[in-house]
């Protein structure tokens, strides 16, 4: 009788899911909110349109990136930094929207980092085989603020490791609306994105869209 109440819930799923020590996994954390974030993002590619970076090494990256906030993450062949202006344009970045400034102070806070200040919003695209190979988060100046992800669009699978390049990553997979959070023994952490799954996403197509937000200044 009682049970006929509860049968059109949802299955219990966990809310935060610890990565390491100081790693959060939020599910869900934008599951509401996504559509929101993405009313922004024509208008700020419109602006910064996204690009295929090229490594120090030589490589062009199969993500596309832009960028918004006070300072954007570049790379060429001279090597990986913050920028105050869009290098194809030579303008400023677009200016962070409120809206995605405040989910990502959440989402930190959500996680027990208090006070993130994000100054930079790297946008991502990954579209079906794009794939970001194991790296460290290192160019920012103060890494005892966190960094903080928010996933939307079609699924993927997040590798996420230790400070150590050695140490194998574990894998996760990442839906639209998952934000991940990492920061103090985890700040450092190798991570990465397996290449993507092909699949249809209802607001986003044939695409995943990841938004990391940094204190970069
Ligand atoms: C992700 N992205 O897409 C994680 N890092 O879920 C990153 O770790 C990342 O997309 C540096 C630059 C671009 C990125
Ligand atoms: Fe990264």
């Known amino acids: 009788m009682t049970a006929d109440l509860f049968e059109d819930e949802q299955p219990p799923e966990p809310a935060q899911q610890a990565l390491a020590p100081g790693a959060v996994l939020l599910r869900g954390f934008a599951r509401d909110t996504g559509a929101i974030v993405l009313a922004q993002l024509d208008r ?3 602006a910064a349109p996204l690009r295929h970076l090229v490594t120090p090494g030589g490589h062009t990256m199969s993500v596309a990136m832009s960028n918004c906030g006070a300072l954007g993450w570049v790379s060429d062949r001279r090597g990986y930094r913050y920028t105050q202006r869009d290098p194809l344009s030579g303008q400023p970045w677009p200016a962070m929207p409120a809206t995605w400034r405040e989910l990502a102070v959440r989402a930190a806070a959500e996680a027990g980092f208090a ?3 994000p100054d930079a919003c790297l946008i991502n695209q990954y579209l079906p085989g794009s794939k ?11 890494v005892s603020a966190p960094i903080v992800s928010l996933s939307l669009g079609l699924p993927a699978v997040f590798l996420f490791g230790t400070p150590q390049r050695a140490d194998r990553p574990k894998r996760y997979r990442l839906q639209h609306g998952d934000g991940v959070v ?5 700040r450092l952490a190798y991570h990465g994105v397996a290449p993507l799954a092909d699949g249809e996403h209802p607001l986003l197509g044939r695409r995943r869209i990841n938004l990391t937000f940094r204190q970069a200044g």
């Open 44 to 46: 700020l590619l419109a």
């Open 115 to 117: 006070g993130f200040a």
């Open 132 to 142: 970001l190979s194991l790296h460290q988060d290192r160019d920012e100046p103060d």
């Open 182 to 186: 990492w920061g103090g023994p985890a």
